[in-house]
């Protein structure tokens, strides 16, 4: 795959330019580069990768840390989420997918690029189909979830990605952007 795909896979789940993005387990950053053709160059991604040495590819180009996804990483309000070929290497998929939905803002998207198989390998651990991911996505919380695109893999048959929706969070005020309320504006009781 070339830059021009990866593009292909992702741009059809963001909705507009700009925003707060995160690349949970972005490696060398050939998702991350695509997700920043997409938003355009006022949008500030995260890169968040455990190989130090993998970051340093797009180091300077985006804020990257040095971080497992697995654990707490202190994201929050943000637009969306890109999961590129990263969640197949976790066994225990719900408390990560817990997480993910609580950095995003209500509305913010949570893009998943995957094989589409239930049945791994030593490279590719633990893959999801899609139809999978609308039951894994519907249990964290998700909305909307819908299939982007498909393409052939010559690993494991075929990749899709998908994006799903946070809807508004328990106990947070309610409103487009997900942001608390300024004067009624958002509540409908300004003069």
């Given amino acids: ?22 690349d949970l387990g972005s490696g060398e950053g050939a998702f991350t580069l695509a997700l920043a053709d997409v938003l355009g160059p006022e949008a500030h991604i995260v890169a968040v990768d ?18 497992d996804f697995t654990r707490p990483l202190d994201l929050k309000d943000l637009d969306g989420v890109l999961m590129a070929n990263s969640l197949h290497y976790v066994r225990d998929k719900e408390p990560v997918l817990t ?39 519907a249990r964290a919380g998700f909305t909307g979830t819908r299939l982007l695109r498909t393409v052939p893999s ?32 958002e509540l409908g009781t300004s003069p």
Avoid: C
């Fill in 99 to 137: 997480a993910v939905h609580a950095m995003l803002r209500e509305g913010g998207r949570l893009i998943v690029v995957e094989y589409g198989t239930d049945r791994g390998n030593a490279w590719v651990p633990y893959p999801f189909s899609y139809q999978r991911w609308e039951t894994m996505a």
């Fill in 154 to 185: 010559r690993w494991l048959g075929s990749m899709y990605s998908a994006v799903s929706e946070a809807p508004p969070h328990p106990g947070r005020p309610s409103g487009p952007s997900g942001h608390l309320p300024m004067n009624g504006e």
């Fill in 50 to 67: 455990k190989d130090s040495h993998a970051l340093r590819a797009i180091a300077g180009r985006f804020e990257t840390r040095v971080a």
């Fill in 1 to 22: 795959m070339n830059h021009a795909d990866h593009v292909a896979l992702i741009e059809d789940g963001v909705e507009g330019r700009g925003g707060r993005w995160a």
